[in-house]
């Protein structure tokens, strides 16, 4: 497929690296990083990559336990483009939360993060699955629809199948990364 080819051509060494940055487990915490990105000096005040040829490492585990996750990879995904243009690079590797997102293990998704997606989830095919629920486990089991899948957890799913937006950009990340004689990778 067009995405495994290009998984495996792309470059997982660099050397010559003058400055590197690396973040690990933002869990959601979009203020977090804008601030440690401002900071740094990766990003300016508009939030738009700032620091020329830096090589920045994000070492996964961006999902879960936190509201803020899709605005994460949102910023992620388009200060990729932005770094590439002055020579920089921004490298995002996977971490073990976006392969158990990946995979449908949704055991640390809050109800918060999963409410971002609602607007990829169709109201009507919610209700509709809401209605077979409570047809098929009793009158009054609707509470325990909406515990078991959140308003917004419909969107999710869609959003990180392999042809979904998150699902196919996480699929091109590599697991590790080498940057002059350093070895980057998650730990978990």
Do not use: C
Not at 8 to 37: C, K, M
Not at 60 to 76: E, T
Not at 99 to 123: H, P, T
Request: overall charge negative; hydrophobic content about 40%.
């Amino acid at each position: 497929s067009p995405r495994a080819t290009l998984a495996q051509s792309a470059p997982l060494q660099w050397n010559g690296i003058d400055r590197v940055v690396a973040f690990a487990d933002v869990h959601g915490a979009y203020t977090d990083l804008l601030e440690l990105l401002r900071e740094t000096g990766i990003v300016d005040a508009r939030d738009h990559w700032a620091a020329g040829n830096t090589h920045l490492v994000s070492l996964g585990d961006l999902l879960d336990r936190g509201a803020d996750s899709r605005k994460v990879m949102d910023l992620l995904m388009r200060l990729q483009g932005e770094a590439q243009a002055t020579g920089g690079q921004l490298h995002v590797l996977l971490g073990n939360h976006e392969v158990m997102n990946i995979l449908g293990d949704l055991r640390y998704v809050e109800a918060s993060e999963y409410a971002s997606y609602g607007d990829l989830e169709s109201s009507t095919e919610r209700a509709e699955l809401r209605q077979a629920w409570e047809t098929a486990q009793g009158a009054g089991s609707g509470a325990a629809f909406d515990q078991k899948f959140p308003p917004g957890y419909f969107g999710h799913r869609a959003a990180f199948l392999p042809k979904g937006k998150y699902g196919q950009w996480l699929l091109t990340l590599p697991v590790a990364i080498m940057l002059n004689d350093t070895l980057f990778m998650h730990a978990g």
